[in-house]
């Protein structure tokens, strides 16, 4: 069995994402990476964790990244207005700064195609892997894009998951609670990464979905 890692929200901090990957981990080719989204905004180098991803490809690691309510708001923002003025509030600027533009229609092609090709959900035998959570009420919970993206508050559905892990991120957790989570039912990974001045928070995890454990890396950006 492949080792299969889920990382959550990294959210700019790149030095703390590679030293979970590189370090914690100690990533291997044979390895399976699924990123939960929220790449970018809030911490000091966007770019920079977009590059390492597109590195880890390069070099033959498979990488697969879900799309976060964060880079829906990034690809938005084209339209200007209310959608970037949105993005703007929710840590927009510190992507625009990090890769030295001023709006997303600057982007070189290769980032811009990065943040579209994005996934909404990851579906296996054993997970159902997505940003933010799922629409249990929905007819079809893998149709309703926008809960995958921004919802919090959701109750499983365990005749609908038949035995498969919800993993998911988006609404940081303390260190602790996380910690205390078993691989069954949902499972939230975000640690808050960013929020480093946080008491509980300020942890980049992974989840090592066959070894049933987590491995953390603390915030080592700012």
Not at 77 to 89: R, T, V
Not at 122 to 127: G, S, V
Request: some cysteine.
């Amino acid at each position: 069995m492949n080792r299969t890692f889920f990382i959550g929200d990294i959210h700019g901090c790149s030095k703390t994402f590679k030293k979970l990957v590189k370090d914690n981990i100690g990533v291997k080719k044979d390895d399976i990476i699924y990123c939960l989204g929220d790449y970018v905004d809030r911490g000091p180098d966007s770019k920079g964790v977009v590059d390492f991803i597109l590195e880890l490809r390069e070099g033959g690691y498979r990488v697969y990244t879900l799309r976060g309510n964060h880079e829906q708001m990034l690809l938005d923002s084209e339209e200007g207005g209310f959608a970037f003025d949105l993005w703007m509030s929710n840590g927009g600027w510190q992507t625009l700064d990090s890769f030295d533009i001023n709006s997303v229609t600057e982007l070189d092609p290769v980032y811009a195609g990065f943040f579209k090709d994005t996934h909404y959900y990851i579906q296996e035998k054993d997970f159902i892997a997505v940003h933010a959570g799922l629409n249990f009420n929905a007819i079809n919970p893998l149709e309703d894009l926008d809960s995958m993206l921004w919802t919090r508050d959701f109750r499983i559905e365990e005749s609908y998951l038949e035995n498969r892990v919800l993993i998911h991120a988006h609404t940081p957790i303390e260190k602790n609670l996380l910690l205390s989570q078993k691989v069954n039912g949902a499972v939230n990974i975000d640690g808050g990464c960013v929020y480093k001045n946080i008491e509980g928070y300020g942890n980049l995890f992974a989840l090592d979905y066959y070894g049933k454990r987590f491995i953390e890396a603390r915030n080592v950006d700012f």
